[in-house]
């Protein structure tokens, strides 16, 4: 019986010092007793919140005969890359490439862009199609003040060509300021 009375009395001192410790204000807890956190341990931190960025791309649309451009703002979360959504984006809202059609990866270096596309964006197009899809990657390129010249690959080659227009290792992008019908390629004079 002794035993289990000095079990319990030692329960209940545990339990009444773990209830003080708990309880009781920092300031009555004495200093040996306080929980230490390490000096150097650094403190949790934060993830950074992603910033947006704006970008723009020309999205092309029929007004009379003539083909004009339309610049659109777009806003870019910062975990995202900036030419992928934009020209992913101009790809979309063109209504132009098939649907399956897809920007691979953008790289930039020395003001040159390098945009690689999956095979379906080699889809059979009109020679107005292409005219247009073309000019408006070159537009949206040019909407890039860093960027001023532009490379077609898909599934890692050179595009060369979608049909009617030949297209170059490197073409010059076109500046908003320059002519709707402006397309630096040989190839027919668009419509």
Known sequence: ????IATVAATLGVTGIAA????APASEVPKELRRREPEDKPSPAQPPRPQMQSVSIAVPRIEGDDVVFDVKPL?????????????????SQSNIAPTEARLLSVSV?????????????RAGYGSMEESMLLRGLLRTAGLFPEVSSVEILVDGQPLGSLGHLEVPARVPVIRESEPSDTLPIEGPEPP
Do not use: C, R, T
């Open 1 to 4: 019986m002794g035993i289990w």
């Open 20 to 23: 003080y410790v708990q309880f």
């Open 109 to 121: 270096e020395d003001g040159h862009a390098v945009l690689s596309f999956n095979e379906a964006f």
């Open 75 to 91: 806003q870019v979360p910062g975990a995202k890359d900036p030419y992928v959504v934009a020209f992913q984006s101009f790809l």
